[in-house]
């Protein structure tokens, strides 16, 4: 939490014009990218800041890779504060579902970025006071529940279907679409790309029944994975569960994948954490080049292969620049390889601003659901089994991509990049 701290030292609404430095507010039209901005304000290009002269003296470090790249983060930084008088605010009166629609997206960052952190506070808190008696029944009921996330978890079926979620679907707005049948008495593991920042697409999706999909796919149940250190966590566990979340691990897909009455669909977020590192607006490339292990996993259950591509996802957030090789990548990489979960350093609005925080810009978000791909069942994949469902898996997902993108603004010269 200390490092997205940091982003309110940097400018967290930066344009995409280059030398854009400074905002204010005027009558008038709005250009932008439609970021919520209302009541007909405007942005204004002002002069650049003039960059701090004063340099430091960085020692056992080399000075002519790290020394210039700090100095702009410093730079930029400073030009944060001068001009934190112009901040662009929202409109006073605005209706209150629109309100109603950022007090959930609110909730939901929330809930990602420091409810398992409050959760874990608590735990050992109440130890320390006279309701210790909790903790400890809860600790006891854990260990005996310690299963459940690698058997299919506990979804809430009351709690996808409340009515609250449609107030987050609506502030993006994201909608679903269905482009192929899905036969309820098999199951399907599905590969959804990309990432972004938080995975709103997947969550709404998936996680909630708001974009309508068992009406869109009768008889099957979603089920998405997610990074089993979450799972580890003390009430928080029970929250993602009830969503339908699981953990991201082998014997949690193998007991999905296996249920003989077939109408499960298992997601999973491909690219994973180390996505997340390149979710910027504009930006269309996947960590799938060397993925494989989820096709091993359809090749041993003979679960049908489901390609899933969520346009929009990557515009819902800015993201400190972070290019492969830069000193900030490096040491996020780092901390991914320890910690198991990424920090990308991204910024939004806020909730009653528009120039910086963490709630997600209102950009559209449209899930595809492409076609399935067959799959027969090998209990022992080869090496050369699994490179020629890879290969016919990427070639769906182009083809998925290239099929839709005219459709929801993305230019025709772009197309995906893998790495």
């Given at each position: 939490m200390l490092i997205h701290f940091l982003l309110f030292l940097l400018p967290s609404a930066r344009p995409r014009a280059s030398g854009f430095k400074g905002f204010s507010l005027e009558a008038g039209p709005s250009p932008g990218r439609?970021?919520?901005?209302?009541?007909?304000?405007?942005?204004?290009?002002?002069?650049?800041?003039?960059?701090?002269?004063?340099?430091?003296?960085?020692?056992?470090?080399?000075?002519d890779q790290l020394v210039p790249q700090i100095t702009a983060v410093f730079r930029e930084a400073s030009g944060a504060v001068r001009g934190a008088s112009m901040v662009k605010f929202a409109p006073l009166f605005v209706p209150w579902e629109r309100r109603l629609q950022t007090f959930m997206v609110?909730?939901?960052?929330?809930?990602?970025?420091?409810?398992?952190?409050?959760?874990?506070?608590?735990?050992?808190?109440?130890?320390?006071?006279?309701?210790?008696?909790v903790s400890v029944l809860y600790a006891a009921w854990w260990y005996r529940d310690r299963d459940t996330p690698r058997q299919g978890g506990r979804p809430v079926q009351a709690l996808r279907r409340c009515f609250l979620w449609k107030y987050m679907r609506d502030y993006f707005p994201v909608t679903l679409v269905k482009t192929a049948e899905l036969d309820p008495s098999r199951n399907y593991l599905a590969g959804f790309h990309p990432h972004g920042v938080l995975a709103a697409g997947a969550f709404v999706?998936?996680?909630?029944?708001?974009?309508?999909?068992?009406?869109?796919?009768?008889?099957?149940?979603?089920?998405?994975?997610?990074?089993?250190?979450?799972?580890?966590?003390?009430?928080?566990?029970?929250?993602?569960?009830s969503g339908g979340l699981v953990t991201s691990d082998k014997e949690s897909?193998?007991?999905?994948?296996?249920?003989?009455?077939?109408?499960?669909?298992?997601?999973?977020?491909?690219?994973?954490?180390?996505?997340?590192l390149n979710a910027r607006p504009g930006d269309s490339?996947?960590?799938?080049?060397?993925?494989?292990?989820?096709?091993?996993?359809?090749?041993?259950?003979?679960a049908a292969?489901?390609?899933?591509?969520?346009?929009?996802?990557?515009?819902?957030?800015?993201?400190?620049?972070?290019?492969?090789?830069?000193?900030?990548?490096?040491?996020?990489?780092?901390l991914q390889k320890i910690m198991g979960i990424s920090l990308p350093l991204f910024h939004g609005r806020g909730v009653f601003q528009y120039s910086f925080g963490f709630i997600p810009y209102r950009q559209p978000i449209t899930t595809v659901v492409g076609k399935p791909i067959e799959v027969q069942k090998t209990l022992c994949p080869s090496k050369e089994e699994v490179d020629k469902l890879h290969q016919r898996y990427v070639k769906e997902l182009c083809e998925?991509?290239?099929?839709?993108?005219?459709?929801?603004?993305?230019?025709v010269d772009q197309h995906l990049e893998f790495c």
């Open positions: 439609g970021r919520g901005l209302e009541a007909g304000w405007g942005w204004v290009r002002h002069a650049p800041p003039t960059p701090p002269t004063n340099a430091y003296a960085i020692s056992n470090i080399n000075k609110l909730q939901w960052v929330f809930s990602f970025l420091a409810l398992a952190q409050i959760c874990t506070v608590v735990f050992v808190g109440l130890l320390f006071t006279r309701f210790w008696v999706n998936l996680c909630t029944e708001s974009t309508g999909f068992p009406l869109l796919f009768p008889g099957i149940r979603s089920h998405l994975m997610m990074l089993t250190l979450w799972f580890r966590v003390p009430f928080f566990r029970d929250y993602i569960m897909a193998a007991h999905i994948l296996s249920r003989k009455e077939g109408g499960n669909l298992l997601a999973i977020i491909v690219g994973g954490a180390q996505e997340a490339t996947l960590l799938l080049r060397n993925r494989k292990g989820f096709i091993r996993l359809a090749l041993m259950h003979g292969l489901v390609p899933i591509f969520s346009f929009g996802e990557n515009e819902l957030f800015d993201q400190v620049e972070n290019s492969p090789g830069s000193w900030l990548r490096r040491i996020q990489n780092r998925l991509f290239e099929t839709h993108k005219l459709k929801y603004n993305v230019p």
